[in-house]
């Protein structure tokens, strides 16, 4: 679990195909502090696992599924990344919680730069819609943020200096691909309505119908 604050920018060393997926070497100098292997590091916002890891840099092995679902087949040598080590239980809970699990792709729609804050558009797929509220918790690229503004099939982030200028955010441009994550908090409570739904639904079925559904034996 994570909190979406970033620790550090770090950097993509060298990228390996490893079978049908990628082995990862990412250098950094805060992250690798207290790692070690086994333990869970959000890149981008995408929780992956420590394989490997010296002083100054560690390894991951980013796999087909993830290549799908993320932005990560797009990474090269030299790129900028967001890091975060896993929450700790006894610190405090800034942002808010994150899995490390992207929901799908964005991609920035438009940058519109004001006296203080940066506005970035983002756009998605509108199905993911209903997640996202005026002022609501999104992560992108492993980025804690809220939701300015929501459209059917984008949002705003009014983003302050501090994060414009401590995350890969000042690299972005229009057209770039980003990580989204929407909170758990409202895929959790979907699920139990659309669950109790069925339930309900189930009870409504007369005699007749419940006779006819029982399997053949």
């Known amino acids: 679990m994570f909190t979406g604050l970033v620790e550090e920018q770090g950097k993509i060393k060298s990228i390996r195909p490893d079978g049908g997926g990628f ?10 502090e207290e ?12 929780c992956q696992t420590v394989v490997a890891c010296s002083p100054v840099s560690f390894e991951v092995v980013a796999v087909e599924e993830t290549l799908r679902k993320t932005t990560f087949r797009k990474l090269r ?4 990344v967001n890091l975060e080590r896993a929450l700790k239980l006894n610190a ?3 942002g808010h919680i994150v899995q490390g ?16 804050a940066v506005n970035v558009w983002i756009s998605f797929p509108q199905k ?7 002022s609501g918790s999104i992560c992108v690229d492993g980025i804690s943020l809220t939701s300015a ?8 982030l009014a983003i302050i200096p501090h994060t414009w200028e401590n995350t890969t955010f000042n690299n972005l441009k229009a057209g770039d691909s980003v990580n989204l994550e929407f909170d758990i908090l409202g895929k959790y409570i979907e699920n139990m309505i659309a669950e109790k739904q069925n339930i309900v639904s189930e009870n409504r079925k007369s005699s007749l119908d419940r006779f006819i559904e029982q399997p053949e034996y």
Request: proline share 0%; glycine share 6%; aromatic share 6%.
């Open 77 to 80: 040598a030299g790129d900028t």
């Open 23 to 32: 082995r990862i070497s990412v250098s950094s100098k805060i992250v690798t």
């Open 128 to 134: 993911f819609a209903k997640y996202l509220v005026n």
């Open 101 to 116: 699990h992207i929901d799908c792709i964005g991609k920035v729609y438009s940058i519109q730069k004001e006296r203080t």
């Open 35 to 46: 790692i070690k292997i086994d333990d869970s590091v959000a890149i981008n916002g995408v």
């Open 149 to 156: 503004r929501v459209e059917q099939d984008r949002f705003m």
């Open 92 to 94: 405090r809970l800034g």
